[in-house]
Structures are given as structure tokens and as C-alpha cells.
């Protein structure tokens, strides 16, 4: 390529990066070695602070100056107080940005400013327009910004030469998305998005937070919540749990207690993780169904299912898949790391004299909300229905709800 392009998957909890190597989407390992990093920022001061695996472990000791799902605040009007000052969600994004690119940079002894970003295909305009923002502040040039859904299909089907119809289940951190896609050699048209922003891995992890604190509570009289860092020790321990569970029947939990003699020990079964996460996992179904009535599809018309992001390791998840549409799901890239690969995927497109795989490459995707403008009586004309199919261009004629007014 004649451009140094990486692909960023933006995580709720985790954020990966990618890059072509000989016409192979290949993850970037961070500094550390690892090919997933943290989104976790911890400020040391004001005009300091650091992110991923560092930022997780201070999470600990310093909870009120670490910053957690920041993804889940892009777009709003949060604000982190640090000392004197107050960090937007742009802002502390911007942190994540910089450690990817900058650990790019040291492992691959090259600068990347050209960059393709993800973002959750449900996400308004004003969410990603933050995200770039972030990415903007962190000193990278977004060539483009892709559904995850949609990124994460073509990691899947860029080497595929056979018509399929593909949903991509996507269930990540901090948001869940489902996507239907028609490829046919090179070509992917998305049919229709839908998914919920508020739904995710952290959302199980809150589960599993609330048990261990009530169990804690009636074994040894100690209230987590009341301390933050005790709370912070107790949802990395409920995430380490909910992992552990993805491959086998049950964990022991250790949590030793600093106001208690002897530790929080309890053990946390599948079965019972199943029994509190169940309403979590069938909420996806909405989307689901209303992803192919958009398109206007029956689920017996869907060939592939591919299953991304860390949640649907979960047996419960891929169990609910299978049975709602009586077949097992494709195997894929590797759930954590599909997105960022097909965002290096995308990327081809701004190389494709010396990028033998992308020249036959046309994404066509389609907006995730209606779009129009507000009137003089509250009401709503809308100009373009969500899952129109972009790019477009449309018009419509509008005046002044008063004369001689200029904004």
C-alpha cells in the first residue's frame, strides 16, 4: 500500500489495532506484547496518564482517577474531574488513540497517522462524530469510519468467492450489533443494522459485581460498594470469573478483604452465571428480528452467522444463536480480533494499486438512524429512513419559521 494505514477497533473494554502485512489484515501486538489493550485511562496528574494494562492495575489503588468504558460516554456531556481540570470523553479517547498509534509506531519502527476506524453501527452521528474527534486530538487522519459489524464481515468474507447472505452477531463490551450482509465477490452490501448501545460484557460483568457484593455482604458484614477500590478489585475479579467460565463448568473466587481476617471466597458456576445473565442474552433477540424484517429476509434465508466480540465466547450466547436459527455459527476470525482486522481491510481501499485483494473491494453500507429536520411544532421530517443506503444525496425545501431571522 502506498500509505501506512492501520485499522482500530475502539473498544468499550478493550481495543485492538491492525495493519496489512504481504495483503494479510495481521494484528499489531501493543508494547507490551499483547494484541488487546485496555481501555482503561489512569491520570496520574493533570497533564499526565496512561492506558491499557498499567492504567487496570492502578484502577485499584487510585479508582477515582482511572477511567473505565469510555466508549459508553462518547458523544455526552461526561466530564472527568482531575485535579483542577475536567477531561471531556473526547479527551480521555484521545489517550487510547495515541498509546495504539504510538505502540505501532515501536513495533513496527514506522509512523501510522492514516487511520480506519470502527464504530458500533448503532451509534447516532453525534457519537461518531466524537470518536473521530478523539482519534483527531490523538494526531491521527480517520480515512474512514466502518460499522463494526460490517468491518468485522469483511475480515470474514474478503477472500470469499461465493454469494452469501451473512449476520454478523456482534456482542462486544459495551454495545451489541447485528448486521446483514450480501457479499458476492468483493462486494458487500449491508441490508440492514440494528443492535443496542447500552448492551454488553460490562453490563455481565454488573451481574456478577452485584452476586459477589450480596454474597460478601452475608459471609463477612463488609458493603463493597461503599469502597471504591474494593468495588474495582471485585469487578476485575468478576470479569477474570466470567472468562474463566467460558471454559469450564465453575471458578473459585478468592478475594482477600482488608477489613476482614479471613478472605471472600466463594465458587461461581456456568449454570449460575447462565440463571443471571439469561434477560441479557434475549434482549439481543429484538434486534435480531428487527434486523431481518428491515431487510426483508426469514432467518432460514440467513447462510452464515458469524459471532464477534468477547461475549459470545459465552456459551449461553452461542447456545441462543444456534437455537434461534437451528444452525451452528460459522467459524470466523478470532471473535476479539475480527473487527480491527477488517478495519485494516478497509483500508485497502485508499492502496489499491498495490493491494491484489482490494481491487474488486465496494463496501455499501447504510445509516443506523433516520435523519431530517426538527420543525416549528416539534415534529420530526425526516429526509432519510435509518437503513437507507449510503453514500446518497438528498434535498428538501425549508424556510424560516420567521422572516428576517438569520440562525
Not at 498499567?54 to 484502577?59: D, G, H, V
Not at 476470525?333 to 485483494?357: F, H, N, R
Amino acid at each position: 500500500m502506498d500509505k501506512n494505514i492501520i485499522g482500530i477497533d475502539f473498544g468499550t473494554t478493550n481495543s485492538k489495532m491492525a495493519y496489512l502485512l504481504l495483503d494479510e489484515p495481521t494484528i499489531i501486538e501493543n508494547n507490551e506484547g499483547k494484541k488487546i489493550t485496555p481501555s482503561i485511562v489512569y491520570f496520574k496528574n493533570e497533564d499526565e496518564a496512561v492506558v491499557g494494562e498499567l492504567a487496570k492495575r492502578n484502577m485499584i489503588v487510585y479508582p477515582e482517577n482511572t477511567v473505565v468504558s469510555i466508549k459508553r460516554e462518547m458523544g455526552t456531556d461526561f466530564k472527568k474531574k482531575i485535579g483542577r481540570h475536567k477531561f471531556p470523553p473526547e479527551y480521555i479517547g484521545a489517550q487510547i488513540f495515541k498509546k495504539l498509534a504510538d505502540d505501532a509506531k515501536i513495533r513496527l519502527g514506522k509512523t501510522f497517522n492514516d487511520v480506519v476506524v470502527s464504530v458500533p453501527a448503532n451509534y447516532s452521528d453525534s457519537q461518531r462524530q466524537s470518536i473521530k474527534d478523539a482519534a483527531e486530538i490523538a494526531g491521527l487522519n480517520v480515512l474512514r469510519m466502518i460499522n463494526e459489524p460490517t468491518a468485522a464481515a469483511l475480515a470474514y468474507g474478503i477472500r470469499e468467492d461465493r454469494d452469501r447472505k451473512v449476520l454478523v452477531y456482534d456482542f462486544g463490551g459495551g454495545t451489541f450489533d447485528v448486521s446483514i450482509l450480501s457479499i458476492s465477490s468483493g462486494f458487500f452490501d449491508v441490508d440492514a443494522s440494528a443492535g443496542e448501545h447500552r448492551l454488553g460484557g460490562d453490563d455481565i460483568d454488573t451481574r456478577i459485581v452485584e452476586y459477589l457484593s450480596k454474597k460478601a455482604y452475608e459471609q463477612l458484614g463488609i458493603d463493597v460498594k461503599k469502597d471504591l477500590s474494593l468495588l474495582a478489585t471485585v469487578r476485575e475479579t468478576s470479569e477474570e470469573a466470567k472468562i474463566a467460565l467460558s471454559c469450564n463448568e465453575s471458578t473459585m473466587i478468592s478475594i482477600p478483604f482488608a477489613a476482614s481476617k479471613a478472605p471472600f471466597n466463594t465458587i461461581l458456576t456456568r449454570i449460575q452465571l447462565n440463571g443471571m445473565i439469561s434477560d441479557l442474552i434475549e434482549r439481543t433477540k429484538k434486534p435480531i428480528e428487527q434486523a431481518l424484517d428491515d431487510a426483508s429476509f426469514e432467518k432460514n434465508e440467513i447462510d452464515d452467522i458469524l459471532l464477534v466480540g468477547g461475549t459470545t465466547l459465552i456459551p449461553a450466547v452461542r447456545e441462543f444463536v444456534t437455537q434461534y436459527f437451528g444452525k451452528e455459527p460459522v467459524k470466523g476470525p478470532d471473535p476479539y480480533e475480527a473487527v480491527a482486522l477488517g478495519a485494516a481491510v478497509a483500508g485497502m481501499e485508499y492502496g489499491k494499486e498495490k493491494s491484489t485483494i482490494a481491487r474488486n473491494l465496494e463496501i455499501s453500507d447504510v445509516i443506523s438512524s433516520s435523519l431530517g429536520v426538527l420543525m416549528a411544532d416539534d415534529t420530526v421530517n425526516k429526509i432519510l429512513e435509518r437503513n437507507t443506503k449510503i453514500p446518497i444525496v438528498r434535498t428538501g425545501n425549508y424556510t424560516n419559521v420567521a422572516d428576517f431571522t438569520h440562525e
